[in-house]
């Protein structure tokens, strides 16, 4: 049985806010806006059935599983 990646565009947007600890920062360098990459993440954390960052306010931490550890 193999397992599907996730797509290409949510992983960017990880990716992109995990380096920045930001959303903003990542949208400004993805070129999109705050709220696409929040719709992103949180497609890429369903798809993978785990939160990858723990949100408080504005602020945004990467749990074990979004640090891989």
Known sequence: ???RLPPLNP???FEAT???ASLT???AELNVTHCAISHQVRALE???GVKLF???GRRLKL???G???
């Open 1 to 3: 049985m193999s397992k």
């Open 11 to 13: 992983l960017r947007a």
């Open 18 to 20: 995990a380096r920045h």
């Open 25 to 27: 920062k990542a949208a």
């Open 46 to 48: 369903g798809a993978l």
């Open 54 to 56: 723990e949100r408080a």
């Open 63 to 65: 749990t074990p599983h």
């Open 67 to 69: 640090a891989g550890d």
